[in-house]
Each structure stands twice: as structure tokens, then as C-alpha cells.
């Protein structure tokens, strides 16, 4: 089966079935679709029923086969609040993924999300939230039909259930939130120690195309890049004791990758150095 031609905007064919669809909602977030002979998923499903439907568009454009598998990176809103659209597909996610998004700790996380997105206030007022169904802890393995899948926890990182998605045969890997490329990372629920070394297992996973979870495609230098100053904030954090004078001893290819994140990264390694290994 070869991919259906498409114009629509946002829609990149990646490989033979494989697409990157960008949602264009108010967060613009990275998803994947890919279809198999027998199954259909997708990687993230944004943030809002405007982001899900948006999506579920780009999906037809492509297939008139149903999705069966829903995909999540991680917990963040914007990568799974729009899951309730695509039920009854089975979502997968890693075990704490589902934790994050179940029962009062899930209504709470959408909750502060919202507060601090005013434009989407009242697209997330009572969002039904759907948490993975289908969870694993270190790696889980979707057959569609033709293509296959490796959904794969490498480590803490941007939060504690990120995973990476690798398609079979393609050199293409979904990231997540991993990896981003149109602003530095987001360390607010992150682990910084553990973060460069997650980065260096996802840059020998034999793969060379990245999807990031927000903006462009990135390489496998661009993912040791970021790895390298996650590495050298640890190195200085560690070796410095204490936050300020961490923060006087970092090198310049940290405040390169970490931007106006970098304090708040420091202050995170901190509070969370003793997870590292976790
Ligand atoms: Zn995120």
C-alpha cells in the first residue's frame, strides 16, 4: 500500500505510511500518524477537541481506516488532553503517564494547565481526560499491519514517562518533549541529571530523523548537542555544591541549549539529583 497523496498543510510524509502532523492550535505540537494494514495510530494528540479534530482530519486525509492505537510521548496536556476524541482506539502510554492523567491528580494537572493558558480556559473546562489503557514500563512493541513500532522508555528526562517511538525500517523516531526545537527544554517536571544520559541512549537507537515534540525535524548531532549540555549543567552542578555557584561555573554551551531555562534547570538538578538513576 503506497501513501495517498496530500497537500494538507502541516501534513509531512516522513516514509512509506509514516506522517508528521503539526496541529495548529494555540500550542503548536508534533504528531504522528501512521497507518498499517490492519491498524492505524497516532503519536500525541494535542491539547484542545479543536487540536483532536484537527488531527482526526489529518488522519482522513491519509486513510479512511479508523485509528486503533492513540500514542502518548508523555502526560502533558498538550500531547494527550485531545485523547478522549479518539476513544475507543486503545491509548498507550507509560505506566506513570496513565498515573499522571487518572481520577484527582489528572483533573488537577488539567486544571493548572488551563490556569496558566488563559486562551484555552475554556476549551479544557471539563475536558474529558482519557489516560493510557495500555501501559508498559520499559518497552512495548505495536504490529499495524506492514510497519511496526517500538515504543521505548529511555530514562528519566522531561518528565518521568517520557518515551521515544521508533518506526521499523524508516531511521524516523517520534521524541516527544525529549527534544525540542523550537524553544529550549522544558525542565519544570523534569530531571536534569538524568536527562543528557537519556538523550545519549536516544542518539544510539539507530536512528537519524527525530520528530521533535515542538517545532522542526532534528538530527542525531542535534540530539548529542542537547545531551552534552544536559552532561556539562550535571558536571558543574556537581561539582559546584550548591546553586549559585553552579550557576557561575556553567559553560556557555549550557545557557546555549537552556536559554532563559538554564536557572530553573539548575534549581530543578537540585531538587531532583537523587532520582538521577531512577
Ligand atoms: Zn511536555
Known sequence: MTAK???????????????????PGAIAVNAGIVVGDEAVAVIDTGTTEADARALLAAVASVTERPVRYVINTH????????????????????????????GDEGVSRRDAFAAHLPM???????????????????????????????????????????????????????AGDLTEES??????????????????????????????????????SYIEWQAEAFEALSAACAAAGNARAALDALPPSVHEVLQDHTEAAVRRYFETASSAGA
Open 183 to 220: 524553544g529550549p527544554p522544558i525542565v519544570s517536571e523534569g530531571f536534569p541529571a538524568a536527562w543528557g544520559p537519556t538523550l545519549r541512549r536516544l542518539a544510539s537507537a539507530g536512528v537519524d530523523r527525530y520528530v521533535p515534540g515542538h517545532g522542526r525535524m532534528v538530527d542525531t
Open 5 to 23: 497523496r496530500t497537500s494538507m498543510a502541516g501534513l509531512e510524509p516522513l516514509a512509506d505510511r509514516v506522517y508528521a502532523y503539526t496541529i
Open 75 to 102: 502526560h502533558h496536556g498538550d500531547h494527550s488532553f485531545g485523547n478522549w476524541w479518539f476513544l475507543p482506539a486503545v491509548v498507550v502510554g507509560h505506566a506513570r503517564c496513565r498515573l499522571r492523567l487518572l
Open 120 to 174: 484555552l480556559r475554556e476549551q479544557l473546562r471539563e475536558l474529558p481526560l482519557a489516560p493510557p489503557g495500555l501501559t508498559f514500563e520499559q518497552h512495548c512493541d505495536l504490529h499495524l499491519g506492514g510497519v511496526g513500532m517500538r515504543l521505548a522508555y529511555l530514562g528519566l528526562a522531561h518528565t518521568d514517562n517520557d518515551i521515544a517511538i521508533g518506526i521499523d525500517g524508516t531511521g524516523v523516531a517520534f
